[in-house]
């Protein structure tokens, strides 16, 4: 049975062939991607090339080809200065599309850098071409999408600041600041600082030759029940009790690790500074 998502593509692919101002048409991400594997909510990422692109981004009009658009996010602002523009829609049939719309002088441009943009790396597959201008496209290598190795610097600097920054969460929860306290150590030392660390962590054991996805979405994939419940145990809710429960979890966390990683890849792991925001962060819990 042939999907709403596929009915829509065949119909995007049909305008574009009509449509005398779009010369090319990609289809990347997850749908032709040799590293991914799509399921039903897979959006579909779709770049146009336009001949025209300052007239033609004047109106969302065209978003309306394809069905009815119950929500959408618009963004020009760098289209008129000659890149690209995004068209994010949402249709009623469930199915998003995110569109990128080139200039063809901002398409050229892309295709004669050294290394593909990221976006093609991850795997493309030409649609419509009716100028044979991504005859020069270089073939995807995926290694974009391969966590590197962080050198001796990065690795202290993140250990030292995930650490720092468990001291504000104390701060935050002794004084009933649960706002701050989450955005400290979700918005901050999760994504700044955990998930990073996490993937070092994953990309060390498969020889750096993995990836993990935006922001972890593909962490369990590589992880055992054991480590993967006591990462998921710095994630809380509004009790302030279970907060200070989440935090000793990253402490926790950032020590097995900060120290595995630190001896896989010989580099020095800041005991001192752990056994210190420890006794810190105790210190403030029991302050009266």
């Not at 309306?64 to 119950?70: D, L, M, P, Q, Y």
């Not at 920054?165 to 009933?176: G, H, I, P, Q």
Request: glycine content about 4%.
């Amino acid at each position: 049975m042939i999907s709403s998502r596929e009915i829509l593509l065949d119909q995007i692919t049909l305008w574009v062939k009509r449509t005398p101002e779009i010369r090319i048409m990609l289809l990347t991400s997850s749908m032709v991607s040799e590293i991914a594997v799509p399921d039903e909510f897979s959006d579909l990422d779709i770049e146009l090339v336009v001949s025209n692109s300052k007239e033609f981004l004047k109106s969302d009009n065209w978003l309306g080809n394809f069905g009815k658009v119950i929500a959408k996010i618009s963004d020009n602002e760098n289209s008129f200065e000659g890149r690209y523009a995004i068209k994010m829609v949402l249709y009623d049939n469930d199915v998003k599309v995110d569109f990128k719309v080139y200039s063809i002088p901002a398409f050229e441009e892309e295709v004669n850098r050294v290394d593909l943009p990221m976006d093609w790396d991850i795997g493309y597959k030409v649609l419509v071409d009716k100028d044979q201008l991504t005859n020069a496209l270089k073939p995807a290598t995926y290694n974009s999408a391969i966590i590197k190795k962080p050198d001796s610097i990065e690795f202290s600097k993140l250990l030292n600041d995930i650490w720092w920054d468990m001291t504000y969460v104390a701060k935050c929860l002794k004084r009933d600041e649960i706002f701050y306290a989450k955005f400290v150590s979700e918005s901050i030392m999760r994504s700044q600082y955990l998930v990073p660390l996490i993937e070092w962590y994953i990309s060390n054991q498969n020889g750096w030759k993995v990836g993990t996805n935006k922001h972890g979405r593909f962490f369990k994939k590589y992880i055992s029940e054991d480590l993967w419940n006591k990462i998921t145990a710095t994630f809380s809710g509004s009790d302030i009790e279970e907060n200070w429960l989440s935090l000793f979890a990253y402490a926790d966390i950032t020590h097995k690790l900060g120290t595995e990683l630190a001896e896989s890849l010989n580099y020095k792991y800041p005991n001192n500074l752990e056994a210190d925001i420890r006794k810190y962060i105790v210190s403030i819990k029991e302050k009266k």
